[in-house]
């Protein structure tokens, strides 16, 4: 089972840095691949960054390569997303999600155990 709770987020300015955790209290973390979607007000929920079970392979989205690291500690079963010189388009709501890596490619997994709760990042100008 899977069991994921956020934290960080909030308001920063743009330029600046934060960053997301996310804790899975499940049995299965390091069979998991995880990822980070967001959100932004009335648009569709788009992968941002994904990293397989091990770690050794990431997927970051274009908008944020070379600003966003994604991370995993598999003994504390965290995930984390380190954003630097945020923007304000990088305004939304944020969740992790366990999923899967194939091919390069990440697929989410759909029910809503496999997602945080949600956190919130305003980026400010």
């Known amino acids: 089972q899977v069991h994921l709770v956020q934290s960080g987020g909030g308001l920063v300015r743009s330029g600046e840095s934060m960053e997301l955790a996310c804790v899975d209290s499940?049995?299965?973390?390091?069979?998991?691949?995880m990822a980070w979607y967001r959100q932004p007000p009335g648009q569709q929920r788009d992968l941002v960054a994904a990293?397989?079970?091990?770690?050794?392979?990431?997927k970051l989205a274009d908008s944020v390569k070379g600003r966003f690291t994604i991370s995993r500690d598999n003994a504390k079963h965290m995930v984390y997303l380190e954003m630097n010189n945020l923007k304000p388009e990088d305004t939304a709501v944020y969740y992790c999600?366990?999923?899967?890596?194939?091919?390069?490619?990440?697929?989410?997994?759909?029910?809503?155990?496999?997602w945080g709760q949600g956190t919130q990042v305003t980026v400010s100008s």
């Open positions: 999600n366990a999923g899967e890596f194939s091919r390069g490619n990440y697929y989410p997994r759909s029910d809503l155990r496999s």
């Open positions: 499940g049995t299965n973390f390091n069979l998991n691949s």
């Open positions: 990293i397989s079970s091990s770690g050794d392979t990431t």
